[in-house]
């Protein structure tokens, strides 16, 4: 339901009797004057721009105020049956809107064009007692001003004009009063005693008499309140010509910043934190499946909610606690247009409502975004077209154990996640692990086939011999694991511990987890963190969990190991073709 609404909350059935003086034709005495509405507008500046257009090929065009920030266009004054037939007339021959209706005076506030005219209040003539027409006399007018006051509809005027709502504005009606909490049953058009009830029960809490049958002023008002959750949103018609896209937009809360294809960013301009995207390329299926693929990455669009991807279109919703993004793109006559909105957690109403107008408001216009709209904004890995990547919390190494995607990787990197991936997109569960040796074991969530598995060494090397430990240095910036060389330097920890063997080696946090390999290629142990119970270890200075202790926590787990009791040694890029087939990135977030 949009904030333009026919009409439904504006027509009202007047009998008309009497004549009044004025523009426009003949006007019946103590009634209300009838207009023709053709259209409304959600700001002065775009009511005068469309007015202007109107005035050129029309006569008789006046624009009022409708309350609530919005401004209508109409055309009288008439009678009700002169304005009938001037909107049968221009809508056939298609110089109005289809949609235009028939509104009276008591629907619009102040009048704002033509400039200087009050043509809400008019002379009212008494009406002429029959005479000689040759000694008829012209009429003497006596001025009045239309009381806005005035008592509202009788109730048996409010059910003739309740019965010019055509069945979509009744249910129209409906939706008003299911969102205003008085009507519970189905939107189908149809007033029985539940409507009924309802219509009732919004009389009574807004101190009306309780008779059941909206009046067209109470319909009016219970509109308002409905828009009144916008209020103070500035919402606004934006056309963007850059991107090729019209829409309502709240301009109250955002403004244009910037263009990075294939977005237009507007960015909010107070405290409120909301954002709107125009989204704007050239493309095909392709481009369109790329896009619905990349934005999941972003962390403008958290990883819960709603995803749904078509042959033409897609949808994704994300929320956190901080904030829901709604993005709806489609592919048309070859360029791939959208919108995202991010909008604070906790304001759901006001969210559904302005959502509900960005949609339906939602227009292709000629033009597309140039692809090299902002290529000379600053250049950053974590960004996409200006947008933040979403990153996890941390990232480590780890290596296969086995031929259905089981790794082993350290404890301290997922011990505290809502969720834990293999190579950024690949779900992962723990399913065994040893708190005193820090080691952890992950399972697929589906299972995986990797290139090579850990083969564990049960000889023991020799001190000082080569090793090596396999490992995402860089937290996953880079594509594929470095190999980090050092040597054996005990076989035992500090304090003796026959669990560790202590490593001459340069790691980085990011080799954390990974596998430490001897001259041979076979595993001799995990890499554990650099900084455990509070003490960082000297540059230089590592430790790994050795293969028997690894291989003691995947038998908790009913899983088996590979092993080799063979001393051997390979060349350095063999080895390293190795490591690269079993090592993984291993992610918290």
């Known amino acids: 339901m949009t904030r333009i609404f026919t009409a439904f909350f504006l027509t009202a059935f007047i009998s008309f009797s009497g004549l009044v003086s004025g523009s426009g034709g003949a006007l019946a005495q103590d009634q209300d004057i009838a207009w023709v509405q053709i259209e409304s507008q959600p700001s002065l500046a775009s009511a005068q721009a469309s007015i202007r257009s109107y005035s050129a090929k029309l006569a008789d065009v006046n624009g009022f105020s409708l309350g609530g920030g919005w401004y209508g266009i109409a055309l009288g ?278 959502l509900a107008e960005m949609k339906a408001s939602f227009g292709r216009i000629d033009g597309v975004l140039d692809p090299a709209a902002g290529s000379d904004e600053a250049q950053s890995i974590d960004l996409v077209s200006g947008l933040e990547i979403r990153r996890p919390k941390m990232s480590r190494s780890g290596f296969y154990v086995d031929q259905n995607g089981t790794v082993v990787t350290a404890l301290a990197t997922v011990g505290s996640c809502s969720k834990i991936t293999i190579e950024d997109d690949i779900e992962a569960e723990v399913v065994a692990s040893d708190n005193t040796l820090g080691i952890a074991v992950l399972r697929p969530l589906n299972a995986l086939v990797p290139v090579s598995v850990a083969v564990f060494q049960q000889s023991v090397p020799r001190l000082q011999s080569q090793i090596s430990v396999a490992g995402y240095s860089y937290e996953g910036v880079l594509g594929a694991p470095t190999m980090t060389f050092g040597v054996l330097a005990d076989l035992k920890g500090l304090r003796g511990e026959a669990t560790l063997k202590r490593l001459a080696l340069a790691a980085l946090p990011g080799d954390t987890g990974g596998p430490v390999f001897d001259a041979g290629g076979a595993v001799l142990g995990m890499l554990l963190p650099a900084d455990t119970n509070g003490r960082t270890l000297p540059d230089g200075v590592s430790f790994s969990a050795n293969s028997d202790a690894i291989q003691a926590v995947l038998n908790t787990a009913s899983l088996g190991s590979q092993t080799t009791d063979i001393l051997s040694q390979i060349a350095p890029e063999d080895l390293a073709i190795s490591a690269s087939g079993m090592t993984v990135l291993v992610s918290c977030w």
């Not at 037939?85 to 102040?110: C, H, M, T, W």
């Not at 005479?131 to 009788?154: F, G, K, L, W, Y």
């Not at 189908?188 to 409507?195: C, K, L, P, V, W």
């Open 77 to 354: 004054p008439y009678t009700s049956e002169d304005a009938a037939e001037v909107l049968r007339v221009y809508r056939s021959e298609g110089s109005i809107p289809r949609d235009a209706f028939i509104a009276f005076s008591v629907n619009y506030k102040q009048q704002f064009w033509p400039i200087g005219a009050n043509l809400l209040n008019l002379e009212l003539a008494a009406q002429p007692e029959p005479a000689d027409p040759e000694n008829q006399a012209e009429p003497e007018t006596s001025v009045a001003v239309q009381d806005r006051d005035a008592p509202d509809e009788t109730k048996r005027q409010a059910r003739q004009s309740e019965a010019l709502l055509n069945r979509d504005e009744r249910k129209d009606l409906q939706r008003l009063l299911q969102w205003a909490g008085f009507y519970t049953s189905a939107i189908d058009g149809a007033f029985g005693r539940g409507t009924r009830g309802s219509m009732a029960a919004w009389q009574e809490a807004n101190n009306y008499e309780s008779t059941g049958i909206l009046t067209t002023r109470q319909r009016s008002i219970l509109l308002d309140q409905y828009n009144a959750i916008l209020d103070g949103l500035g919402m606004d018609m934006v056309v963007d010509t850059a991107a090729g896209i019209e829409m309502m937009m709240p301009t109250g809360v955002v403004k244009f910043d910037k263009y990075e294809s294939p977005f237009a960013h507007y960015s909010a301009s107070g405290d409120l934190a909301a954002k709107v995207l125009l989204i704007s390329q050239t493309g095909d299926q392709n481009t369109l499946f790329g896009l619905y693929d990349i934005m999941q990455t972003l962390e403008i669009v958290p990883k819960d909610g709603e995803r749904n991807r078509g042959d033409t279109a897609f949808t994704l919703v994300g929320e956190n606690a901080q904030m829901i993004s709604h993005t709806e793109v489609s592919l048309r006559d070859g360029t791939v247009k959208g919108f995202t909105l991010i909008w604070p957690a906790g304001d759901e109403e006001r969210r559904t409502r302005l």
